[in-house]
């Protein structure tokens, strides 16, 4: 799954001095959004989480310290890019942080928790390409197994979860959007099951 843009977005990337290796992961957090958004049936602007998905990391071009994502926001703002993508840019570090967080870790005392469905889609996708590309489920076996092990490998592996309020944050990401999943799987049941008939 891509977003009518995404060619133009990778090479946005490109031009920017993003790596090809933060490239491949920003490619990968957009299928994955943008799967994770399907399958929740919920309605979300497919479009925003593409690209915000794709988009996320192009601070990265500059740094990959945890001011990436004010500095990604900072470059997508002068690149002309929507305050909703700029806003995913910026409020990606640890799942949405507080003022108080924010503050804590050097980063202007702004409020960056996440507001929109559409945010936290791209949040959550991120974490899950993370675990799935360090290897911590098998690789080539169903990438879901990041989705089922979620809460136990962000519990064990402090690199995920961080903090404990960043912990949280994750975990109800996680709670919330794997709801609207098995949600959306049983209204495709009952209407399979009402086609049947």
């Not at 924010?102 to 993370?130: F, M, N, T, W």
Request: net charge negative; aromatic share 4%; glycine share 10%.
């Amino acid at each position: 799954m891509r977003t009518a843009r995404h060619y133009e977005d990778v090479e946005l990337l490109r031009k920017a001095g993003v790596s090809e290796e933060d490239i491949a992961h920003c490619v990968k957090v957009g299928e994955k959004a943008l799967e994770i958004a399907e399958r929740t049936g919920a309605d979300v602007n497919r479009e925003l989480v593409g690209r915000g998905a794709l988009l996320h990391d192009l601070g990265k071009a500059r740094t990959h310290a945890i001011e990436h994502g004010r500095i990604g926001a900072e470059m997508g703002r002068s690149l002309g890019l929507p305050k909703e993508i700029t806003d995913i840019m910026e409020k990606h570090i640890r799942g949405g942080l507080t003022k108080e967080e924010a503050r804590e870790l050097g980063l202007p005392a702004e409020d960056y928790r996440l507001k929109s469905l559409e945010e936290r889609i791209v949040i959550y996708a991120d974490r899950l390409v993370d675990i799935i590309t360090d290897g911590i489920v098998s690789l080539g076996s169903d990438e879901r197994e990041a989705e089922r092990k979620f809460e136990e490998i962000l519990r064990n592996i402090p690199k995920y979860g961080k903090d404990e309020k960043t912990l949280d944050r994750y975990l109800g990401y996680h709670r919330e959007i794997q709801g609207l999943i098995r949600r959306g799987e049983e209204e495709d049941k009952s209407r399979d099951a009402a086609w049947a008939k």
